[in-house]
């Protein structure tokens, strides 16, 4: 069953907004700059940009291509595209591993976005002020030990989720993105602004943008490879759906130069804001994700304004969980909009319940059912692997072989609007320079 009446965008804006925010997630405010810093600085971000323009960038551009053509949810939209081109319909499955791969991410996802919540509240309510290393571990530790708080706070958090998709692209999507993501830019300048007063700002720009060449080998330019892939949200279904209410009039490869940019400015901008205060209380680099967790707070406890800087960071943070969980609920609600009975709102409902649900079974990986794994890893552990390291990369690496090599030539360059010569380099990017970058991420991975 499949309805008509397909959303479009208010504005080119308000969908490079929504592009943008769901780009920018928990990753570039932890791991980017994190591995930035330990791979050569701007060694590194120089890799990393050549990357995300041979495999991030064409990926990106092709699966809104096939959204804007199918103009449905992504499970149709692969189905339409291939009977068009007259091939088989068997190309959905491109789509179906895209609406469940964000499935899965959405319901670990909304596990960390608890945590966020959480930390925020702990910021204000003063549970850093003069904890030293132990008590801040320990503040961290017990939440994870804790299911019934992690239950509360994800389940907070969904519901957050769930009342923005369900509201539709113009009043949700929209309406969130247009806050949600100024908001974010302001609290990331005023973090940046204190990062100037600690001192250790040189130190950062330093660490930052100064490049190291003797760092960069085979596993830097791999890490660099791997995240131009994941930072854009490729592969899960997302762009597409996002592609599907776009109108003709929208220069794909440009919106797409527009979103790279701010996505990578979001994410330097991010460690900016945290490395000056890592070198200021000289905190550890290297701890990945307790840096966020436990080694930040620890610095906000023991600081003069502690308790502003780590609500306002914070708050910077749960604003990009949430830009990002709302973009992974919208192409399973678009998918049963328009595939069942179901209204946008009960749609949303559906699926951020079915989420929230194996979002349980998430978190009591950390506790209650710690001893329950599958090839060696917990539920947490599983589902991130299993999506990262599979579904992301073979559903990406379907769209652009499809795109590539099975749609028509004239209909790409109708709809990319591109000359003779940029259509020749666009065919040389997408048939082999990314579906080769895609296949090196999945087997490194391994």
Known sequence: MSKTNHAQWSSRFSFILAATGSAVGLGNIWKFPYMTGESGGAAFVLVYLLCIALIGLPILVTEWMLGRRGQSNPVNTMATVAEQ????????????????????????????GGWSLYYTLGSVTGDFSGQDADGIGALFNGMLANPGLLLLWHSIFMLLVIGIVARGVTKGLEGAVNVLMPALALLLVILIGYGMTTG?????????FSPDWSKLNGETVLAALGHAFFTLSLGMGIMLAYGSYLGKEVNLIKTARTVVIMDTVIALGAGLAIFPIVFANDLDLASGPSLIFVTLPLAFGN???????????????????????ISLLEPVTEFLEERTPLSRAASAVVAG???????????????????????????????????????????????IIFAAWVLDKDVVREELGLGANGFKLWNLVTRFVAPIGVLVVFFASL
């Open 303 to 325: 600081m003069g304004g502690g308790t502003i800087l780590g609500l306002m960071f914070f708050l910077l943070l749960t604003f990009a969980a949430l830009t990002s969980a």
């Open 353 to 399: 319940i079915g989420a929230w649900a194996l979002g349980i079974a998430a978190l009591l990986s950390f506790n209650d059912w710690s001893s329950l794994t599958l090839f060696g890893l917990g539920i947490f552990d599983l589902l991130d692997k299993l999506t990262s390291k599979f579904m992301l990369p073979l559903t990406g690496l379907g769209a």
């Open 200 to 208: 250790h700002f040189g130190q950062a720009v330093e660490f930052l």
């Open 85 to 112: 081109a007259g091939k088989s319909r068997a190309w959905l499955l491109v789509g179906v591993a895209g609406v469940l791969g964000a499935f899965f991410i959405l319901s670990f996802y909304s596990v960390i």
